[in-house]
Every structure is written in structure tokens, then in C-alpha cells.
Nanobody
């Protein structure tokens, strides 16, 4: 079993920044990578970024250059630094442990409660 707790969301103006955190516990060692997803109202959940245990990263095109994923393996915590936020970034953000092979992400069935990010003036 894996437990995930996301935090750090909130209301921010366009152009602002937020830093999300995901604290993982349980059998997290069986997964070699972590990802962030988001789900906007009325839309499907979409992959945002992932990071391997060694620190390699990959991003969706619509966040590349604005978002940075990082991890602290000692704390089993993954972060998502979000800069230059846009209204279309408004969503509930989730972390997800999984496996990353080549350019493909394979999610697990473990999800936290998510953290709400609202970008609005």
C-alpha cells in the first residue's frame, strides 16, 4: 500500500507562483518514478510531469519552461514548482507513483486527495 498527501495549492493571480508538495509513505520503494497529474472541471485527468529516482525529468508541452518537478528521496517527497501560472492551469493536482520507460509513463492505481490550484484575478 502507498499513501500520498498533496499540499500547497491555493488561489493565485495570473503570472504568480505556487509550490506543490506530495509526501509519500508505505511501499513507495517499489516504484521508480513519480508524476504529477491535474484534472480541471469537466475534463479528464492529464499527465503534467514526471521524475525518475535518479532525477531525470519530463514535462507536458503546455507546462514546459514554467513548471519544475523535483524530489527529495530522503523525505519521500516530490515537489512541483509552478511559475507564470495561467487561468488554464486551474485544476486539482495529484501525484502518482509509477514507472517511466522511454517516453511512456505507466501510472499506478495510487492517488492522493489532490490539492486545488486556482489561477484567477
Amino acid at each position: 500500500q502507498v499513501q500520498l498527501v498533496e499540499s500547497g495549492g491555493g488561489l493565485v493571480q495570473p503570472g504568480g507562483s505556487l509550490r506543490l508538495s506530495c509526501a509519500a509513505s508505505g511501499s513507495i520503494g517499489s516504484f521508480d518514478a513519480m508524476a504529477w497529474y491535474r484534472q480541471a472541471p469537466g475534463k479528464q485527468r492529464e499527465w503534467v510531469a514526471c521524475i525518475s529516482s535518479g532525477g531525470s525529468t519530463n514535462y507536458a508541452d503546455h507546462v514546459k519552461g514554467r513548471f519544475t518537478i523535483s524530489r527529495d528521496n530522503a523525505k519521500n517527497t516530490v515537489y512541483l514548482q509552478m511559475n507564470t501560472l495561467k487561468p488554464e492551469d486551474t485544476a486539482v493536482y495529484y501525484c502518482n507513483p509509477g514507472r517511466w520507460y522511454g517516453s511512456n509513463w505507466f501510472p499506478s492505481d495510487y492517488w492522493g486527495q489532490g490539492t486545488q490550484v486556482t489561477v484567477s484575478s
